[in-house]
Every structure is written in structure tokens, then in C-alpha cells.
């Protein structure tokens, strides 16, 4: 006999590709799926943002208002062809960036496309953050597990609790900077900025020292002619 499936309560935390791919086959198997999204769209990391003027240029803020780390030239660096889901292929649309390499932005539309035919968006609450997850305890452990989580929605104050069957943590490897540890970093006054808030160039422009290369060869070919004409 084919075994049943007991519907459970699925919370699924971002809704960038991987969130809305596991809702949607979650969805399809019959449980209850509830997407949380700090953002107000779909797309996770592929949702650029251009406003990063408010945001610590290290990205050392424990509550980052800036998620993603797209800037604005960024182009795939993967074939169309194996980007996309195995039943909803990233085809090219009339009108739309073409190239087998696209930018940033027609692969956030190939979400939206994704989110919009399968109908994902109803299940998902955008502007609304995860604060925490915990395990719920129970005498029996791991028999019946239950996971509490604590939300909250940009605009509220309120911290709303829920508990679920299971979770799914899909909040991407990149919408928080790693800052390396390097010697000297806290006394350095000049500008220091992380690649997470990078966007354009311009604020850049007339700051960079170009050297010749040709200047360069010559000043090491004189060291080690004297080098080694001892």
C-alpha cells in the first residue's frame, strides 16, 4: 500500500530560488506552507538594491537594511541553460535581456515568473523578518517535534510567535558580509567598504593611482641587475 503523507505546517524562511522552489514542492505535497521575506518581493540575493547610503560600510550592523549583495553591472557568470528549474526552463522572453550570460535583473524576473505561475506569492508574507527559532521542548523528544518562530513585520512592534512542524532555512550564504580579521583594519581612517554595499563605480572615480606597467618592469629589472651584478 502507498504510504500516507500527514500534512504538516511548513515555515519556509526567504523566498529567493531556493525558498520558492522547496515551498512550491512542499505545497505539492500536500502540507501547509507559510514563506516568511524581510524584503518586499521575491528574488532574495537577485533583488537588487540601490540605496545603501544608510547602511555601515563594513556591514557590521546586526540588523542589515541592505539584504542583498548584487551591484548594478553584475552579469551571470553561469549559462542561462542551468540556472533555471528542470520543469520551468530560464527560456528567453521577447523584449527581455537575451544573452545566454544576462544581468542580474532577468534572472530576478525568472523568479517572479517562477513565484507568479505556480501561485507562490499567496503564501508568502513579505516585509516581514524572523527574529528567532527554537525548538519547542516535549517529554518525548524528537517524537512529535515542534519549532517555535518569533516574526516580526517591518511597520509593527509586535513580535508574533507560531509553532511549526519543521523549517526551512533558505536565507541564502550572502545577505550577511563576512568581515576578515586583518591587522591593523580598526586603525586604518581611510575609506574601507565591504563588497556587500558596492553598487556603482562613481563614488570611485579619480581614486585610483594607475601605474605603467612598463614603469614597473624597469624599476625591477634595475633592483635585480644590482642585485645580482655583486
Known amino acids: ?3 500516507i503523507t500527514m500534512s504538516k505546517n511548513v515555515c519556509v524562511i526567504g523566498s529567493g530560488p531556493s ?3 522547496a515551498a512550491r514542492e512542499l505545497r505539492k505535497e500536500g502540507h501547509k506552507v507559510v514563506v516568511f521575506e524581510q524584503n518586499h518581493d521575491v528574488g532574495g540575493q537577485w533583488l537588487y538594491d540601490p540605496k545603501i547610503e544608510d547602511e555601515e560600510a563594513l556591514g557590521r550592523d546586526n540588523f542589515l537594511k541592505v539584504h542583498s549583495s548584487i551591484y548594478a553591472s553584475l552579469r551571470l557568470v553561469s549559462p542561462r541553460e542551468i540556472m533555471g528549474f528542470t520543469d ?9 535581456d537575451t544573452r545566454r550570460f544576462p544581468g542580474h ?3 530576478l524576473l525568472y523568479l517572479k515568473d517562477f513565484s507568479e505561475c505556480f501561485g507562490l506569492r499567496d503564501m508568502i508574507r513579505f516585509n516581514t523578518r524572523v527574529e528567532n527559532v527554537e525548538m519547542l521542548s516535549f517529554p518525548n523528544f524528537g517524537k512529535d517535534l515542534k519549532w517555535i518562530v518569533k516574526s516580526k513585520e517591518k511597520m509593527a512592534e509586535k513580535v508574533v510567535e507560531e509553532v511549526y512542524d519543521a523549517v526551512v532555512v533558505a536565507t541564502g550564504h550572502y545577505s550577511k558580509p563576512r568581515l576578515p580579521k586583518i591587522k591593523g583594519m580598526d586603525a586604518w581612517r581611510r575609506k574601507q567598504i565591504h563588497s556587500h554595499i558596492y553598487r556603482v563605480p562613481e563614488p570611485f572615480k579619480n581614486e585610483v593611482k594607475q601605474f605603467s ?3 614597473i618592469l624597469r624599476k625591477y629589472t634595475s633592483l635585480f641587475s644590482m642585485q645580482y651584478s655583486r
Open 19 to 21: 525558498g520558492l522552489v
Open 105 to 107: 535583473k532577468e534572472l
Open 1 to 3: 500500500m502507498p504510504s
Open 213 to 215: 606597467l612598463n614603469k
Open 88 to 96: 520551468f526552463p530560464f527560456g528567453m522572453k521577447k523584449g527581455r
